[in-house]
């Protein structure tokens, strides 16, 4: 699997042949998308999100400053150091306590990753993943995220790096997804995945692209 970060574009490669091409949400200027290579290890279904402290930082806790219900709006629930549940209500908001706590997203159709999850070893702690804002796909300039790559048609992708994995046929991955129950599925074997940044290159027509 090779994204290109500036094309905000991913192709599913086998035997030098594009199998499919997705186009893709990636890092906001700010927030870039990092140079990446590691290898697809695992699928996550109807994941959790656990909010990353820098998100906590620079989105969430201005966002709870001036919308005290967003929390529970999104279904984001609050957890201490010793993994007890605390309300909103007792969080100083207007100080950087809230960055000491653990931010859990509920599984769902509003659940900023969507409904896959697709992992890989990385130090930057990035992956890709579904999007329930898939408006942003029809863009020509696609850099919002905070450094994960959201993936248009992101089933198809899953189904072909599924293809070897037992017990995930396309019937099946629609099924555990419309479950709605937490599901992980190992890939046998792992993908290489390569995100690199490329700003012009020749496709098979011979048009050059930048």
Not at 145 to 169: A, H, K, P
């Amino acid at each position: 699997v090779v994204c290109n970060i500036p094309a905000a574009q991913l192709e599913a490669i086998e035997n030098g042949t594009v199998m499919s091409r997705h186009a893709a949400v990636a890092g906001k200027p700010d927030r870039p998308s990092p140079d990446i290579n590691s290898r697809i290890i695992e699928i996550n279904f109807n994941p959790f999100w656990t909010v990353p402290v820098s998100i906590v930082r620079k989105d969430l806790i201005p966002k709870m400053q001036a919308e005290p219900d967003y929390l529970g709006k999104n279904k984001i629930r609050i957890f201490d150091p010793k993994n007890n549940e605390l309300a909103p209500a007792q969080v100083n908001w207007f100080s950087e306590e809230a960055v000491n706590y653990k931010f859990k997203q509920d599984p769902g159709d509003h659940n900023s990753l969507g409904s896959i999850r697709i992992n890989f070893p990385s130090p930057h702690g990035v992956y890709m993943h579904d999007t329930p804002y898939k408006n942003l796909f029809g863009e020509d300039v696609r850099f919002h995220s905070s450094g994960c790559m959201r993936i248009q048609n992101v089933r198809e992708l899953v189904n072909w790096l599924l293809s070897e994995t037992n017990g995930f046929s396309r019937i099946e991955i629609d099924d555990t997804i419309k479950s709605g129950a937490r599901t992980d599925a190992k890939l046998k074997p792992p993908v290489p995945l390569h995100w690199v940044y490329v700003t012009a290159w020749a496709a098979a027509d011979g048009v050059v692209q930048f």
